[in-house]
């Protein structure tokens, strides 16, 4: 069973805009983990937050957690035609090296 | 560094064949999971390792035997091809539990 929904399931912006897509889980968790898969290929980690921490920043990437409401959020700024892709979150409920991944958002980044 | 490397990129089996898909990481991580991506849905894991002679099921297990005897290489063995193997497979490592993945770039599989 997926652990994750994200919403939206697709995502079409121009060049230049936010880009927001949440990710909801349903048990527990040590962490939550986005990633990114171009069409055709693997999974590229983005970022990692621990359940104690609530917000966390990497470059354009700005990822928010809610244990309270079992919600992450995934903020792209600027956004750029190459993050054109599918956005995955993931949610590592610990005892071993087992993700759960939602369903993902297709964003798209129009020129 | 080659990263997580996978063999092979495609495959086409009939139904009842075996086949084995090889995964090899040369970052000396001691994790290492399989994973199958079906369209409109997320990753699902098959199984996964913590250790070289270490191996668990997953959430999708049935079908599929994997084996850990190295800390290089866990190999994902399909016993008898059913068309509902039919996927995009994924192979991942990390240096332990409640860090990032990395993934190799898949082996899509078709089964007639």
């Known amino acids: 069973s997926q652990q994750g929904e994200e919403d939206p399931q697709a995502l079409s912006i121009q060049e230049g805009e936010n880009a927001t897509m949440n990710c909801s889980y349903k048990?527990?968790?040590?962490?939550l983990q986005w990633y990114r898969q171009n069409s055709g290929r693997g999974l590229v980690h983005l970022i990692l937050i621990r359940s104690n921490e609530r917000e966390k920043h990497s470059g354009r990437l700005r990822v928010t957690l809610d244990t309270s409401k079992k919600s992450s959020s995934l903020l792209i700024t600027a956004s750029r035609a190459a993050d054109t892709a599918s956005y995955f979150c993931a949610t590592d409920a610990g005892g071993g090296n087992k993700l759960t991944f939602g369903t993902g958002t297709q964003l798209k980044v129009e020129l | 560094n080659a990263g997580v490397t996978q063999t092979p990129k495609f495959q086409v089996l009939k139904t009842g064949q075996s086949m084995t898909l090889q995964c090899a990481q040369d970052?000396?991580?001691?994790?290492m999971s399989w994973y199958r991506q079906d369209p409109g849905m997320g990753l699902r894991l098959i199984h996964y390792s913590v250790g070289a002679g270490i191996t668990d099921q997953g959430e999708v297990p049935n079908g599929y035997n994997v084996s850990r005897s190295t800390t290089e290489d866990f190999p994902l063995r399909l016993l008898s091809a059913a068309p509902s193997q039919t996927s995009v497979y994924f192979c991942?490592?990390?240096?332990?539990?409640?860090?990032?993945?990395?993934f190799g770039p898949g082996t899509r599989l078709t089964v007639l």
């Open positions: 970052m000396n991580h001691e994790y």
């Open positions: 048990t527990s968790i040590n962490n």
């Open positions: 991942a490592s990390s240096y332990s539990g409640g860090n990032e993945q990395f």
